[in-house]
T-cell receptor, first 112, second 115 residues
Framework: TQLLEQSPQFLSIQEGENLTVYCNSS?????LQWYRQEPGEGPVLLVT?????EVKKLKRLTFQFGDARKDSSLHITAAQPGDTGLYLC????????????FGTGTRLTVIP | GAVVSQHPSWVICKSGTSVKIECRSL??????MFWYRQFPKQSLMLMAT?????????EQGVEKDKFLINHASLTLSTLTVTSAHPEDSSFYIC???????????FGPGTRLTVT
């Protein structure tokens, strides 16, 4: 089982602040996905990154895939209460591989 | 697009009974579907991989006779929790992988409570 460690595990910040969530592994992944999950619901896909060094932006969210494709980060600018949720990274070992290995999760709370 | 549904969204059953959960991909075909279990405030734990027309592949520690998986079509997989016990109470989530892409799309989850 491949292990994806996320940090921090918990994060509580004030509205308007910036934050970064990290997803690290000793394994190489062909692609990595970020999801956000709200209580009582399934995870919702935010982005997929596939190329080492790739940066993708989704409004106030910036996702980066490490050059070696072992790690990724999610940066949120000017966080809003609607950003509150559980953020999960998930990696696929090989192109076309079925399994996703999920990270340990980061629970974000944005206080109005 | 890429919508996955689950039914029921929540269920309460008595210990010893069986419960079936359905997972459907509504607007795409999925040769592979996945079943996860999630405990409160924790990440997702893969239980099994369901392949259309063949037997499911179970993760280590998951009892295949207790968690029966059937993937009868390209848009439907079912998970049956047999002889449920209170320790089976959990949030069960399915996902489906679009045959044309990397991504997995998740259902809204089913909360099972066994009394």
């Amino acid at each position: 089982t491949q292990l994806l460690e996320q940090s921090p595990q918990f994060l509580s910040i004030q509205e308007g602040e910036n934050l970064t969530v990290y997803c690290n592994s000793s394994s190489v992944f062909s692609s990595l996905q970020w999801y956000r999950q709200e209580p009582g619901e399934g995870p919702v896909l935010l982005v997929t990154v596939v190329t080492g060094g790739e940066v993708k932006k989704l409004k106030r969210l910036t996702f980066q895939f490490g050059d070696a494709r072992k790690d990724s980060s999610l940066h949120i600018t000017a966080a809003q209460p609607g950003d509150t949720g559980l953020y999960l990274c998930a990696g696929a070992e090989a192109t076309g591989a079925n399994n996703l290995f999920f990270g340990t999760g980061t629970r974000l709370t944005v206080i109005p | 697009g890429a919508v996955v549904s689950q039914h029921p969204s929540w269920v309460i059953c008595k210990s010893g009974t069986s419960v079936k959960i359905e997972c459907r991909s509504l607007d795409f075909q999925a040769t592979t579907m996945f079943w996860y279990r999630q405990f409160p405030k924790q990440s997702l734990m893969l239980m099994a991989t369901s392949n259309e027309g063949s037997k499911a592949t179970y993760e280590q520690g998951v009892e295949k006779d207790k968690f029966l998986i059937n993937h009868a079509s390209l848009t439907l997989s079912t998970l049956t929790v047999t002889s449920a016990h209170p320790e089976d109470s959990s949030f069960y989530i399915c996902s489906a992988r679009d045959v044309r892409a990397y991504e997995q799309y998740f259902g809204p989850g089913t909360r099972l409570t066994v009394t």
